[in-house]
């Protein structure tokens, strides 16, 4: 059984930076598209950003371009999200994700694109 962790998340004041790891294990899968959503209390989850693996073309919401930066790296199968400026608002539950069904490529930023889940791990931005 393939599993996805995250870890990297915690406590950061307004202006600060963290990075959060999502590490594959398990099963060796093929993923389509690696993805980061983030869930506000009570809220949906919402899309954050993704990365296509045939050629790692990237793709982000518009509430965090030029701040966050998806990247990978293949040898350790693990995917970042490496978030600069942070803001109070960004605070929430981040989750990785991965596509290894292959569904459109037009489905990366919606959560029923994704097969595969990490377990979250909170980002707390303090004022």
Do not use: H
């Not at 793709?59 to 942070?86: C, E, H, P």
Request: hydrophobic share 30%; with cysteine; glycine share 10%.
């Amino acid at each position: 059984q393939a599993q996805l962790v995250e870890s990297g998340g915690g406590l950061v004041q307004a202006g600060g930076s963290l990075r959060l790891s999502c590490a594959a294990s398990g099963r060796t899968f093929w993923t389509y598209y690696m993805g980061w959503f983030r869930q506000f209390r009570g809220k949906e989850r919402e899309f954050v950003a993704a990365l296509r693996r045939s050629d790692s073309s990237t793709y982000y919401a518009d509430s965090v371009k030029g701040r966050f930066t998806i990247s990978r790296d293949s040898a350790k199968n693990t995917v970042y999200l490496q978030m600069n400026s942070l803001k109070p608002e960004d605070t929430a539950v981040y989750y990785c994700a991965a596509d290894s069904v292959g569904y459109s490529s037009t489905r990366y930023s919606f959560a029923n694109g994704y097969d595969y889940w990490g377990q979250g791990t909170q980002v707390t931005v303090s004022s």
